[in-house]
């Protein structure tokens, strides 16, 4: 039997492997420390630039405000102002009734202070003695005989005792009726018409100038200062009763300045 034939293929021969030499690895704790404190310092900085930015803008801001302010937002300093420009208070020390006249009773010893433009006359039985006259009266136009004397003051003798005397007065001033004749005559000698009396404070019981009194206030145009009678127009009148020893005192005026003022000045010596 005849060999086969074998081929001709050379025997694998197994080559030398060749070993690429491995270097050492590094220290992989060091490189992590080194990169972490990279990161540290990159964000130091960008933290302390952020910081001098917003103290550059701060610094800035003022001045930017101060370039925008318009004329008008400038303050004035209040020690520039005018004083004639503030408001001015009346002065205390001031008198109104420095000027005022005197008028001193010396038969009843007392004293009150009129308005020069007014005028002082007698009424009653003073004997032609303003000095010692009974009853005065103040008028401003001492000349128009329709008007009620202004300011009176009376002085009264009487039996009676202080309220009687003085709750008959007001009874009668208050109480005052008309007739319609009555009102038609006064209308067309005086020019203006008569009304019926209002009670605008009922009689009061106080005190005045040291002494026991009695006040009311009628609206109306009969006046009685204690010894006439007067029609006027209509007019709110003012009446205080006074009593000083046996005498009584009876002071009636229109409520209008000065004679509230007028009534101030009153004085018993």
Do not use: C
């Amino acid at each position: 039997m005849d060999n086969p034939t074998q081929s001709s293929i050379p025997p694998f021969q197994p080559q030398p492997q060749t070993q690429t030499p491995v270097s050492p690895a590094p220290n992989l704790g060091k490189t992590l420390l080194f990169i972490l404190m990279g990161l540290i310092f990159t964000v130091g900085l960008v933290f302390t630039g952020i910081q001098i930015g917003k103290k550059q803008t701060i610094n800035q801001q003022p001045i930017t405000e101060k370039s925008t302010i318009s004329p008008t937002q400038i303050a004035i300093n209040p020690t520039t102002i005018s004083a004639t420009t503030l408001p001015t208070e009346p002065n205390p020390t001031i008198n109104p009734m420095a000027d005022w006249k005197t008028y001193i009773n010396t038969k009843f010893n007392y004293e009150i202070k009129y308005p020069e433009q007014y005028a002082i006359n007698e009424t009653g039985m003073g004997g032609g003695d303003i000095n010692k006259a009974f009853g005065i009266s103040i008028y401003k136009d001492i000349k128009t005989n329709i008007e009620s004397p202004r300011f009176a003051v009376n002085i009264r003798q009487d039996k009676l005792d202080f309220f009687t005397i003085a709750s008959q007065h007001f009874n009668k001033i208050s109480v005052n009726k008309l007739t319609e004749s009555e009102s038609n005559i006064a209308e067309k000698n005086f020019g203006y018409a008569l009304v019926n009396s209002e009670i605008v404070q009922p009689l009061t019981k106080t005190t005045l100038f040291g002494l026991e009194a009695y006040t009311y206030m009628i609206k109306g145009n009969f006046v009685d200062n204690g010894l006439e009678e007067y029609s006027v127009p209509i007019e709110i009148h003012k009446y205080v009763w006074l009593q000083r020893n046996d005498l009584y005192i009876i002071i009636s005026f229109t409520d209008v300045a000065p004679l509230n003022q007028i009534l101030s000045t009153f004085k018993l010596k």
